[in-house]
């Protein structure tokens, strides 16, 4: 049966990538790429301080390196490569956000489901939660829950996935309480199917893509997020900066006009939540109702 | 005004062609349409969906989107081609002398402005001089034109206050504000239960015979095209395939697609001819085995802020009794809100009633109770009414109705040869089988319900409305599919519709339901030709007198 | 429903959200460590001490009581005395909330103006160029961080152009009791870069809502009616297309006027703005306990009160809207 599902989802996954709107998707796969092979594109390794040379702090975009390398988006006050920091960072970005997401996504999944389903005091607690939970700021309960919890990368993650769980679980549970009303549903109940099976053959490949298109919205909030508390000092340690602490990194050097510190991971920041964005809006103007499949 | 433009009709339409621009190139929409209309006169436009009449009302009045272009030919008001002067005098003349009446009441009037503002706002911009106190008393002569009761109190009241009915009434109020020549109505009625219907046609037959205007009516229902028109426009695939006078087409059509479209349009007898003896007239058979006894089911009318302070309740059945002939198909007929669906769907377990049981041979099963628990569900198989949402989209056929073979209540058959005999039984290509729901048609789909609720080998199955989201010739076929598989299966329907005539054609035995109360019930033979309950003569009396016997 | 019953239900919403937000709160802190620490010095304190320190907090009280106190203290505003200011933590949070509320005001403002404004644009032709622009610049107003926005804002408006202060609040001038930039040139001139950085996605996410409403709204039968009686475009964008997409537009704004209280904690940090946001981070930083409690408790309270206003004003607007049922 999970097999059958799996092929049931594979069906419509098969037909989403690589159509029209490619620009972001590829930057999008470069993005993932550069990630995946940093420690190999990357010229330093930031995290480690026998390869960072302490007297070429600050150095502009462009510069030689004593490594026998070239900057070639200058160094911070550290002294650190800001091409590598990047590609580092990205890793650790990517990899907090898209963690959280999955962990965020299925918490959501469950519980959106059994409130639809099992109704009752399981509905009205888990709806309760969502509510107060969406009631608040997202960056309101994210400060609240690393204050609580106290800063580490994988206290960000539960953070974040705190912050993203209630989103999913009204999504699924709008969704499936929709899809449990229709008549398929019914005709499926009139079988005396077992529950499981309407669950999993009927209600669920159903509910699962308007679902989907809230997945790269809320990578592209977590990614956001994940490096506004970086950059407020409450996110990753700094001896393993994210893009958030990269940029913040920069900021008192921005004043005087050493602009590349910040600029350059900001933009590669800025790139990567656009290109998730603009692949989320394609994906959910895929799936909108109003334009069925003829 | 020239000779020319005082013979020429109020509205010509001359050799026109529409194409819709679609990204993989033009699709042809309509097909040199030629008609005309004078004044005082209703031309209906009838055909089936996608004949292509909503989008030449709407190239009329001038509402087409963007995308739609006119390749050819053109539309003349009074004889001045609207495409030939200046396009702003165009618009403007238009404006003036042609109005609508659209479909939905639910939205064809703006939700936060007072009925009457929003109709002395037409008048406005109709005739900009006009001084406030003038405006008023137009306004309110208006809702009493078209019979809204009360209209001075009534005049600030929001649409939301007002039934559909009166909210249609107040569209054409609205449509008639700017003191037009013509109204274009888009299925004004379609929306309407059938005496709520009557009484709007009886409007419109009278406004055209007090005021002189003239309406273009748009419908898919011959039974409207009958009541008031004048001369009827038959359309199909955006061509025209007959036009004449509305006697003639009734009675001789020229057309093979006519001949087919009337022969299809379920017909009541009211004269007992076909006197069926072999049912009683008035009283249910005690010997029947299948039916329901005393149930009774509300629904919390509102919310309130603690659930426990939620005590008002709206009784949607009240103390329900029936009996439903075995191996024969008895039909519950009612308007909308007289609780028929959900009478249907408590009596196949989808729904719990307040109190009640429900009988089923020996058995007798508390339909108060969970329905999975009693075990009432999964005896009762159903078709619902739009074929579109009963079949799940991500499903193939083949799926779907094996699905149904091997969790049905008696499973006998196996393999895709029951299959693919139960396809050519409902009359479908077995290479359907491989398709999704959304690759067929309507009737098709409808086609494979029936095949799904038929696999599982139910006793009795419920058919709630299955025609009604389909066109005529559709509907026709279907009716004769279920007609021949309850005589071949000896399954006991319980066949739920609002209207008459498909109940007539089907049923043996009639309830007619109101406001959750069962008003009048009989065989079909008594209730049609002898009944004497007012409610009953009042659903009768609202269908179109041109095809009743 | 009639609108006493929904203003008194939404009204017992808010209050149980609040309870249950407080009964968090009050689990949080005691689930955090034992507050006696704070005031008695780990080292040399005796059993007496902590003793004597654990009366003095309440904390051999039943765990009810306690939480009827800490309750009561929440109520009225008694958050303790900052560690770093020795100042009365929730006076301190008043003291900074004018200018937190000028730059929140002044931000939606800009956003709501030129969102709706940029949103009908966009809605009344859609599928054109210019609309498909705006959507896809909207996208990238959205991806900005709000961090990296300010310090571009800084490099470019502050740096590079030198035309705008990069920090501060400027000259302030006195109005009811409190310091306000908006009174003065120079402090109107601070006030540019912040409202901006605070805008910008606002704008985006606005014009995003209105184009769809306006589209959605204009596509009704009702909007082709009055197209079809004659009325001007102007007559009928003004009386029928803006009050009917004004309900969702009214409860974003709303909304996110709440959620610039809290996001507002980036921009005051970056731009140095002294209000409610920055004294949060100082204060975490500062581990200056009361007045991080004081800080978040008056944001949430502010958001929960807001929603609830937002939901009130859309019952109002529209008579058809019945309060969305919760759960």
Known sequence: MIAQTLRTWWKWWKWWPFRHNELPKLFLCAYVLLALAAPLLAPQNPYDPTQIFAWEASSAPGTPSGGGYVYWLGTDGLGRDIASTILYGLRISLMVSVISSAIAAAIGLAAGVSAAFFGRWVDIVIMRLVDLQLSLPTMLVALIAIVTLGPSIDRIILALVIVQWAAYARMVRGVALGERGKPYVDAARLLRLPTHRILFRHVLPNSVPPVVTLIPIEIGHAIALEATLSFLGLGVPVDKPSLGSAVANGFQYLLTGQYWISLFPGLALFGLIASINFVGEDLRRRLDPRREPQ | MTDAAFFAPLLEVRNLSLQYRSPGGPIPILHDISLYLKQGEVVGIIGESGAGKSTLGNAILGLLPPAFEQSDGTICISGMDLDRIDSRQGEALRRRRISAVFQDHTTSLDPLMSVGAQIAETIRAAEPTLCSEDVYRRVVALLKQVEIDDAERRFRDRPHQFSGGQRQRIVIAMALAGSPDLIVADEPTSALDATVQKQILALLRHLVEETGISILLVTHDMGVIAEIADRVVVMRHGHIAEQNAVSVVLDQPQNDYTRRLLAAVPKIRLTGDSVDTSVADTISVPALAIGGHGITKTFPLGRSVLPLMNSRRKAALQDISFDLLPGAITGVVGESGSGKSTLGRIFAGLEQADAGTIRIGEEIVDASRSSRKTGLLGRVQMIFQDPSVSLNPRMTIEKALRESVRYGARATGNGSGSLGAMMDRVGLSRSLLARYPHQLSGGQKQRVAIARALLARPQIIVADEPTSALDVSVQAEILDLLKEIVAEQNVTVLFISHDLAVVQALCRFVYVLKAGQIADSGSSDFIFTRSQSPYTRSLIDARPRRFTH | ?327
């Open chain 3, 1 to 327: 429903m009639t609108l006493f019953s929904a203003v008194f239900g939404r009204m017992g919403q808010a209050v149980v959200l609040l309870f249950v937000m407080s009964l968090i709160g009050f689990v949080g802190i005691h689930a955090v460590g034992n507050p006696v620490f704070n005031i008695v010095n780990v080292e040399t304190a005796t059993v007496e001490d902590i003793q004597r320190a654990t009366i003095a907090l309440g904390l051999d009280q039943p765990i009810w009581r306690q939480y009827l106190v800490f309750a009561e203290d929440l109520l009225s505003g008694n958050f303790g005395i900052s560690y770093v200011y020795h100042l009365p933590a929730f006076s301190l949070v008043m003291e900074k909330l004018p200018a937190t509320l000028e730059l929140a005001v002044v931000a939606m403002l800009l956003a709501a103006t030129l969102g709706v404004l940029i949103g009908l644009v966009a809605g009344r032709q859609p599928g054109t160029r210019l609309d498909r622009t705006i959507l896809r610049a909207s996208v990238f107003a959205l991806s900005i961080p709000s961090f990296w926005l300010s310090m571009m804002l800084i490099l470019g408006g502050a740096i590079l152009a030198g035309r705008f202060p990069s920090g501060g609040r400027g000259a302030t001038a006195r109005l009811f009791g409190s310091d306000w930039s908006v009174l003065t040139v120079d402090g109107l001139r601070h006030l540019v870069l912040p409202a901006l950085a605070l805008a910008i996605p606002n704008i985006a996410l606005i014009a995003r809502l209105t184009r769809a409403g306006t589209i959605e709204v204009e596509g009704l039968d009702f909007i082709r009616f009055c197209r079809a009686k004659g009325l001007s475009p102007h007559r009928i964008l003004l009386r029928h297309t803006l009050p009917n997409i004004s309900v969702p537009i009214v409860t974003i704004i709303g909304l996110q006027f709440g959620g610039m209280l809290a996001f507002a904690v980036v921009v005051e940090t970056i731009f140095a703005w002294p209000g409610i946001g920055k004294l949060l981070i100082d204060s975490i930083q500062l581990l200056d306990r009361p007045v991080v409690m004081a800080t978040l408790t008056f944001v949430s309270v502010a958001f929960v009160t807001l929603n609830a206003l937002v939901d009130l004003f859309q019952a109002v607007l529209d008579p058809r809207v019945r309060l969305p049922r919760k759960g």
